[in-house]
């Protein structure tokens, strides 16, 4: 080959690999350069709570201290309906940017998928996992009144005298009712759904003797747990949560329960920039270790998670599979 050409496709190689370089440099830039500056405004948290309720004081309780790590105020907006999809699809249309988050629970990201005809999203490609926050522990109750003063005592009646006994949950499809369903598969118990539009009436049911058993979360049950007008059988988990270490797990008494996802959990929309999506990340795990923090969860009995976003994507499709193996083997059929 002619010297001159060699030289002159050196100086090509050497131009294209120079170009390259550069390229990567200034796609490199906007990035660094964007974790830098973020966040230079207020961030909003969507949720599906409405105001008041008791998810709602869980998300301010983790948004003010996320606020203050980084430097910037955390709004909550409280966009409640349609079993939280509303939240959910404002966040999945917001740019992403790391501005808007959504703070969410399975209801509307697992469970309906499941149980709703048409669905307008799929939690696994339009939201991005952030970290799950923490699961409130859930617990049967019964009336002091029920013939069953254990959970094993619950299950062998439920055996024995099938639908005898009935029980109120938040609604068909909920935790609560996936939870129940779940025991009836492994163990063969047959009660009697009695489905609320929330787990607060059906707890206030129980207490005031109208049927014997509900689930509630922990947080809607203390007062009438403390009262002595309901009896805790057992917690809904596999095993016990840290914050109810005296209370049985009802995978202690039925072997293979798999705890139906309870959490509370943030998410972007799908495409945070990986430098944001670590921030958002790091800022949540360290407002929820701080110990003031921590005290305010465990009141409400609160246990954190705090997961990496690979972690928590993987936990969600295992959750998938599971709410997908309860509902079909119970025939839960679509309600809308």
Same mark, same amino acid.
């Given at each position: 080959?002619?010297?001159?050409? $060699?030289?002159?496709?050196?100086?090509?190689? *050497?131009?294209?690999?120079?170009? !390259?370089?550069?390229?990567?440099? *200034?796609?490199?830039?906007?990035?660094?350069?964007?974790?830098?500056?973020?966040? @230079?405004?207020?961030?909003?948290?969507?949720?599906?709570?409405?105001? =008041?309720?008791?998810? #709602?004081?869980?998300?301010?309780?983790?948004?003010?201290?996320?606020?203050?790590?980084?430097?910037?105020?955390?709004?909550?907006?409280? !966009?409640?309906?349609?079993?939280?999809?509303?939240?959910?699809?404002?966040? %999945?249309?917001?740019?992403?940017?790391?501005?808007?988050?959504?703070?969410?629970?399975?209801?509307?990201?697992?469970?309906?998928? &499941?149980? $709703?005809?048409?669905?307008? &999203?799929?939690?696994?490609?339009?939201?991005?996992?952030?970290?799950?926050?923490?699961?409130?522990?859930?617990? +049967?109750?019964?009336?002091?009144?029920?013939?069953?003063?254990?959970?094993?005592?619950?299950? #062998?009646?439920?055996?024995?005298?099938?639908?005898? *006994?009935?029980?109120?949950? @938040?609604?068909?499809?909920?935790?609560?009712?996936?939870?129940?369903?779940?025991?009836? *598969?492994?163990? =063969?118990?047959?009660? +009697?759904?009695?489905?609320?539009?929330?787990?607060?009436?059906?707890?206030?049911?129980?207490?005031? =003797?109208?049927?014997?058993?509900?689930?509630?979360?922990?947080?809607?049950?203390?007062? &009438?747990?403390?009262?002595?007008?309901?009896?805790?059988?057992?917690?809904?988990?596999?095993?016990?949560?840290?914050?109810?270490?005296?209370?049985?797990?009802?995978?202690?008494?039925?072997?293979?329960?798999?705890?139906?996802? @309870?959490?509370?959990?943030?998410?972007?929309?799908?495409?945070?920039?990986?430098?944001?999506?670590?921030?958002?990340?790091?800022?949540?795990?360290?407002?929820?270790? !701080?110990?003031?923090?921590?005290?305010?969860?465990?009141?409400?009995?609160?246990?954190?998670?705090?997961?990496?976003?690979?972690? &928590?994507?993987?936990?969600?499709?295992?959750? %998938?599979?599971?709410?997908?193996? %309860?509902?079909?083997?119970? =025939?839960?059929?679509?309600? #809308?």
């Amino acid at each position: 080959m002619d010297v001159s050409v $060699a030289c002159a496709m050196r100086m090509i190689s *050497l131009r294209a690999r120079g170009a !390259r370089y550069v390229l990567a440099a *200034l796609i490199a830039l906007p990035l660094s350069g964007l974790a830098q500056q973020y966040p @230079s405004k207020p961030i909003h948290m969507v949720t599906e709570f409405t105001a =008041g309720s008791g998810g #709602d004081l869980l998300v301010r309780v983790i948004a003010t201290p996320i606020g203050e790590l980084m430097g910037q105020p955390v709004i909550v907006e409280n !966009r409640g309906g349609a079993g939280g999809v509303i939240a959910a699809e404002a966040v %999945i249309r917001s740019a992403p940017d790391g501005y808007t988050v959504l703070a969410a629970t399975p209801n509307a990201l697992i469970a309906r998928r &499941f149980l $709703a005809r048409t669905q307008s &999203f799929d939690v696994t490609k339009d939201l991005q996992p952030i970290t799950a926050v923490g699961e409130t522990a859930t617990v +049967v109750v019964a009336h002091p009144s029920a013939p069953v003063k254990t959970f094993k005592e619950l299950v #062998d009646y439920g055996k024995t005298y099938p639908g005898k *006994l009935s029980y109120g949950t @938040s609604g068909v499809g909920s935790t609560h009712h996936l939870s129940q369903e779940e025991v009836r *598969l492994l163990t =063969g118990a047959e009660l +009697v759904h009695v489905p609320y539009k929330s787990g607060m009436l059906a707890i206030q049911d129980v207490a005031s =003797g109208q049927i014997p058993i509900s689930y509630s979360i922990i947080s809607s049950g203390a007062s &009438f747990i403390r009262s002595g007008k309901v009896r805790v059988l057992a917690q809904s988990a596999e095993r016990r949560s840290p914050s109810l270490p005296d209370v049985i797990a009802i995978g202690e008494v039925v072997p293979g329960f798999q705890t139906v996802p @309870s959490w509370t959990a943030l998410f972007g929309p799908v495409g945070l920039p990986r430098p944001i999506l670590q921030r958002l990340h790091d800022d949540a795990v360290r407002a929820i270790a !701080r110990p003031d923090v921590k005290a305010k969860l465990a009141d409400i009995a609160f246990d954190p998670i705090a997961n990496t976003p690979e972690e &928590f994507a993987a936990l969600i499709r295992k959750q %998938i599979e599971l709410v997908g193996s %309860i509902v079909k083997a119970a =025939g839960i059929q679509p309600t #809308d």
